[in-house]
């Protein structure tokens, strides 16, 4: 098993060492060293040769990231021994390939170890690695390209968002296999800021290079807020106005019911009505509980990819001229949402955190018997308030959100018409 990883690491770094700008841009011609930036990455070679051949590089690099690290995980998933049983190097197989990869165009070894920025392939290693934080990082890069026009501070807030997503989202991140892939995402994001060193200082002078206002891109971020806009706009009143209502109404009516049906017995902890709870309706909330409680991250996440990208979008549009207020008050506002989704979802983890010691208070009221019952009271009551409180609070910031968002889909009829901004600058430096 050794030697697949020293075969792979190998294979990886000459893989990654292929200089796919270069080699393009001598195609057509061209030293991409002497023009832009001299950076062989896509984004000198879509400005000196072309947007088409920029894309190329990038879909090469991309695929020089992510085909080794691919090939190792299914080498890795060939073998016949239990993973649980698997020497840690090998483990880390995929890993090892990928920053071999990414070492191989940051530094490559045909041209004299002058690469790139490590971006696009980079992207392609986390996507076979994470796919999902590298998912949140895409979105993250285009939201910042369609806010600011750089791709620079585009890529170094994707690799930070990478980072944070990894670790939030990967339940196993830092266990003895997920710590390898986290260890990973800190190595390569650490790589890419300091390959992007010049460009940071650049981005404190002012003078960094913007992406130019096409037409093409114009009208892109106009569709792209207008779906996200709607995608946001939609997910959220039907969960909140018609998922929520139906479910719970149907729940409780269904405990309240009598007979009950086959498929919803009522059970025996659950017979207890009276003046402070009603045992079979408690029964129906469980169960409509258990069925929604499941939908909240999938939830929280599409609000805070579609939240992200209508910012990102809006505020790019704060920088038309002449000045238009819609725009910068419908910016405005869909950040407040935005946060208050973010918000939303901390308070959401709250509810859950009282969901456990509401159920308990309230099982054993429900199985206590006359003496004990009275005793246990109090604290029933009082989790159960607890936890509604905070399920108020919940609500009202899914409302408000709604609120929000449904006013900025009435500014939708009112999007920019002209590319005209206040920053017309191009300098040559490459993001």
Known sequence: ME?????????????GSLPFGYLIGRWRGVDIFQHGSG??????????????????????????????????LWIQQKQDVPRADLPLLFKGLGVWTGLAAFLGHLYPIFIRFRGGKGVATGAGIVCVLVPIPALGALITWLAVVMASRYVSLASLSAVIALLVLQVAL?????????????????VAAALVWYRHRGNIVRLFHGNENRLP?????????????VLALGYWFGSTAFFVLIVGVSLFDTFKTIGAASPRPDWFPLAENFRKPNAHID??????????????????????????????LAVGTSLGWTRTQPPAKVHRFRAYMLLVALILVLIGWAVAQKVEELRLPRNQATDAYLTAGPTQAEA???????????????HLYSLGLSFLTLLLVTAAMSLAARLPENLTTKDTKNTKNDP
Request: net charge positive.
């Open 3 to 15: 030697a697949w990883v020293i075969i792979m690491v190998l294979l990886g770094y000459l893989i």
């Open 39 to 72: 950076n062989i990455g896509a984004t000198n070679v879509g400005r000196v040769l072309g947007k088409r051949y920029g894309i190329l590089v990038f879909v090469l690099d991309f695929a020089k990231g992510a085909i080794p690290v691919a090939l190792a």
């Open 170 to 186: 990967t339940r196993r991140a830092m266990d003895e296999t997920g710590l390898i892939n986290t260890s990973f995402c800190f």
């Open 213 to 225: 206002e096409t037409p093409a891109m114009f009208q892109l971020g106009k569709t792209i807020h």
């Open 279 to 308: 045992g079979p309706v408690e029964q129906g909330s469980r169960a409509f509980g258990a069925a929604v409680t499941p939908l909240f991250p999938w939830f929280f996440l599409l609000q805070g990819i579609c939240g992200f």
């Open 376 to 390: 246990l009271l109090p604290i029933m009551e009082s989790a159960r308030a607890e936890f509604g409180r905070w």
